[in-house]
């Protein structure tokens, strides 16, 4: 069974940064496509940013483009999400996402494995 953990979450003014990690266990997740979500009160969850298993192909949401960046380090298991300018409107759940497949998807019901998330907020 795989397990998501996500961490470092927080409380941030707008303009300032937070570095996202999602740790895998249960088995390796290097040949599967993870991605992040978020999930903004009174909205659904949506698709943040995506990472090829190989960490050379990403996908990002228009809205965070040029201001996060999605990586991962496949010898730990671990998914990361740099943010930086981070806006009010940015505030919301973090979710990292693993499918069981290599090819990407912005869907949320195209993945198979969910972190419990973790609380980010941007003051203005």
């Keep these: 069974q795989v397990q998501l953990v996500e961490s470092g979450g927080g409380l941030v003014q707008a303009g300032g940064s937070l570095r996202l990690s999602c740790a895998a266990?249960?088995?390796t997740l290097s040949g599967n496509y993870m991605s992040w979500f978020r999930q903004a009160p009174g909205k659904e969850r949506e698709f943040v940013a995506g990472v090829h298993?190989?960490?050379?192909?990403t996908l990002y949401e228009v809205s965070v483009?040029?201001?996060?960046?999605?990586?991962?380090?496949?010898?730990?298991?671990?998914v990361f999400l740099q943010?930086?300018?981070?806006?009010?409107?940015?505030?919301?759940?973090?979710?990292?996402?693993?499918?069981?497949?290599?090819?990407?998807?912005?869907r949320e019901t195209a993945y198979d494995y969910w972190g419990q998330g973790t609380q980010v907020t941007v003051s203005s």
């Design 25 to 27: 266990s249960g088995r």
């Design 53 to 57: 298993w190989s960490g050379g192909n």
């Design 83 to 106: 943010m930086n300018s981070l806006k009010p409107e940015d505030t919301a759940i973090y979710y990292c996402a693993a499918r069981a497949y290599a090819n990407g998807s912005v």
């Design 65 to 78: 483009e040029g201001r996060f960046t999605i990586s991962r380090v496949n010898a730990k298991n671990t």
